[in-house]
């Protein structure tokens, strides 16, 4: 029982459905289905029980590795960042877990180890972004010391793209330049082949290779805002709610909220909606921020509290009621927008809800 009417409930048939959408941008490419971070903070296994339609999932960590395995899923699952120790191998080994190899003391690792298994490691190729994987030019010699090594290694190459979800020039021309450093490195060796993120697979077609990496767009985010999900037709799958705990006018002149960052410069009536960053609102969500009640958009006025917010709802003052429901995101709200209120991005703000709020299944 749950006496606070904060929510977050998360649509399953959307998640379904947006994998569909995923396999409409790459009809000939296999889908790593990433669900990391809890499934981008809406449950692991509950996101994956809809994705079982997924050739394989990608995670952060052996422990998110295994709470799949230990729910019974048989697929692939990538180890997104490889084994952060070399005690991890035998386990991923017993588990059958693929790997990504993207610095050399991961690949000693491999190649010290003992056993008549066929590794499946996923070379992660530094193109550009500088964070994991190994530079171009060590390719050849990484791929020829696994081929003279005692083991038996299934390779597949991947690398990562730093701004494929930026339109403006400098980004698609760094993004290009990406995607040839890939193809330059890779078109010689016949190994199966992975470089598009969501963003990647939606913009960048002719990259999708034998397998792409969506994660946000399966959630029905990360959409830039000038062409909305209504275009690639996604889903949100999480919906954020909440209702209306007080009704106030204050007179002009009057502050509201902490640090009396916000002051009414006429008679304003407001609402107290019991949302807060302590169930991850985002606090930096400015003035102005929409939010929905009884569908109406109305404005984030003053600070986010740990609690609450207020809404100025003078238009809708007849309306709008205590218990009135109210849509923080999701439904006709996009989480997108919200982070860009908040100078941040939709995958930060799914993450982060917080342990407090029940998260509701809808079938
Ligand atoms: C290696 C890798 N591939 C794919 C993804 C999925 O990215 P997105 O959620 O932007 O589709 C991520 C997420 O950060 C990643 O780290």
Known sequence: MFYRPARAYIHLPALRHNLKIAKTFAPNSKILAVVKANGYGHGIC???????????FGVASMDEALQLRQKGFLHRILLLEGLFSEVELPLAIQNRLDIVVHSEHQLQWLLAYQTRTIMTIWLKIDTGMHRLGFSVDQ????IQRLEQNLNSFQVHLMSHLASADEQNSTA????????NAFRQVTEKFSFSKSLNNSAGLQAYESSNYDWVRPGILLYGAGQPLDSPNTLTQLKPVMRLESEVIAIKWVNAGEFVGYGNDWQATEETCIAIIAIGYGDGYPRHAKTGTPVLI?????????????????????????EIQIGSLVTLWGGALSV?????????ISYELLCGITSRVPMIEIQ
């Open 46 to 56: 509950r996101v994956a029980q809809q994705l079982v339609g997924a050739d394989g």
């Open 139 to 142: 390719v050849p010699s990484v």
């Open 172 to 179: 698609i021309e760094f993004t290009q330049k990406q995607i």
């Open 294 to 318: 009884h569908g109406k958009r109305v404005p984030l006025i003053g600070r986010v509290s740990m609690d609450m917010i207020t809404v100025d709802i003078t238009k809708y003052s007849r």
């Open 336 to 344: 997108d927008e919200i982070a860009k209120h908040a100078n941040t």
